[in-house]
């Protein structure tokens, strides 16, 4: 048994079923997270320029404008989070569409690995999930309406993913 993949599961599970009952709640925490994320990851590009610049004598720029617009976009989701969530609105089905070609891509060596049953569920799953992820392109409303929810039942469907591969024979010797 693959007690990471185990925890990993049950995590997604419980995150997954807290995110159904409590729609709003978990979006305006997602959209928290991001926020402080994107302003720790600001101010660490600006200390990386202030630091190469001061041994230096020059810095790269990129690293300070990148930083100075992360910490703004922090700044923007932590006292604005209704921007946030219409961002994630917007953005939520474009990763959705890049994770599951991502996993798409990997089918050959989930066949191998862990056999036919969870290389059927993985693609139905994603192939479910691309298709999810194109119409929410196109109607940014359903998106933006119904994101919470899919990103729920999604966290639920990667928990049961994990809790099989779990139980499965992967990465035993044989």
């Known amino acids: 048994m693959g007690w990471g993949e185990l ?21 305006t925490g997602i959209v928290f997270v991001y926020g402080i994320l994107a302003v720790v990851t600001g101010i660490a590009d600006i200390v990386f320029y202030a630091k190469v ?14 930083g100075i617009l992360s ?4 700044v923007l989701l932590l006292f604005n989070p209704g921007a946030g969530k219409w961002a994630m609105a917007i953005l939520f ?4 569409i890049a994770h599951c070609i991502s996993r798409l891509t990997h089918l050959a060596i989930i066949r ?3 056999g036919t ?5 993985t693609l139905v799953v994603n192939i479910l999930g691309l298709l999810l992820g ?20 999604y966290l639920i469907l990667m928990g049961i ?14």
């Not at 089905?93 to 959705?96: A, D, E, I, S």
């Not at 049953?117 to 569920?121: E, K, L, P």
């Not at 993913?161 to 044989?174: E, I, K, P, W, Y």
């Open 7 to 27: 925890t990993i599961g049950l995590i997604l599970l419980v995150l997954g079923i807290f995110t159904l009952v409590r729609p709003s709640s978990a979006l």
């Open 53 to 66: 610049e001061q041994h230096t004598g020059f810095g790269p720029a990129i690293s300070l404008v990148t």
């Open 71 to 74: 910490t703004l976009a922090g």
């Open 93 to 96: 089905p474009l990763w959705f």
């Open 112 to 114: 191998l690995t862990a």
């Open 117 to 121: 049953g969870y290389y059927y569920f």
């Open 134 to 153: 194109i119409v929410m392109i196109f109607n940014s409303l359903l998106s933006f309406l119904t994101v919470s929810y899919i990103i729920g039942g």
């Open 161 to 174: 993913d994990h809790l099989v591969l779990a139980v499965s024979n992967v990465g035993t010797h044989r």
